[in-house]
Each structure stands twice: as structure tokens, then as C-alpha cells.
């Protein structure tokens, strides 16, 4: 919409697993015009894949956290999970500028290990 974008996503586990999964919805912009010291282009500097925001689930005012539970314990081959993102658009933002990366970590005590990531 022209000032919410929603995003869907699955996330699906190809062997079996154990632990605590969470996944991290960030909102990537390219052609962002700001301010880079150094630049000869000043405040006009063009940012490319600019992290611009974090997308937090829908219909909550959770919007704390880093990154939101997918799985917890034992995990099984080829479960599924479906969440519903929403993150605060700006009008300036074109579509082909849009894009998100999805980042899936395993919690391992207060610490986060990478898992896998994709971009879209």
C-alpha cells in the first residue's frame, strides 16, 4: 500500500533439527539519497541496498525485537512455518527499490548462530 508494505514468508526446514530458530525480516532500499562524510556528493550521495528498516509481525505492537521464533525443540524435516510481516513504507520508494532479507539464525544460549538467508 502506499504507506505499509506486507510481506509473507514460509520457511521451511530441510533436514531434522534441534533448537531455537528465529528469522530476521530487513527491509533493504537501493537508490537512497543521503549524507556520506567523504563524499564529494554531500547530502546527495546515492546509498545502494540501504538497510532501512526492520519488518515485525502483523497486528502487534512487538516491535522490539531483532527477530521473531519459527521453531523451538525438535524440529522435523519438511516442517513449515508461514509468518506475515508489515513494515512502514515511504512514499519516495519505488517497487524495483523494494526488496527484503531474510535472515534465519539458531539461538545457542544468549548467543546467534547463522543459519541461512535469502533475498528477494
Not at 46 to 52: D, E, F, L, N, T
Not at 54 to 63: F, G, K, M, R, Y
Amino acid at each position: 500500500s502506499s504507506d505499509k508494505i506486507h510481506l509473507k514468508t514460509t520457511t521451511k526446514f530441510f533436514q531434522s533439527v534441534e533448537g531455537d530458530y528465529v528469522i530476521s525480516p530487513f527491509l533493504i532500499i537501493d537508490n537512497k539519497e543521503g549524507y556520506q562524510a567523504g563524499n564529494d556528493d554531500g547530502e546527495n550521495t546515492v546509498h545502494p541496498s540501504y538497510v532501512a528498516n526492520l519488518a515485525h509481525p502483523i497486528n502487534t505492537e512487538d516491535v522490539e525485537n531483532w527477530a521473531y521464533k519459527v521453531a523451538s525443540g525438535k524440529v522435523d524435516k519438511g516442517y513449515r512455518i508461514n509468518l506475515e510481516f508489515e513494515v512502514n513504507r515511504d512514499e519516495a520508494w519505488t517497487e524495483d527499490d523494494i526488496s527484503f532479507a531474510l535472515i534465519l539464525y539458531k539461538r545457542q544460549g544468549n548467543k546467534y548462530k547463522f543459519v541461512n538467508a535469502f533475498t528477494k
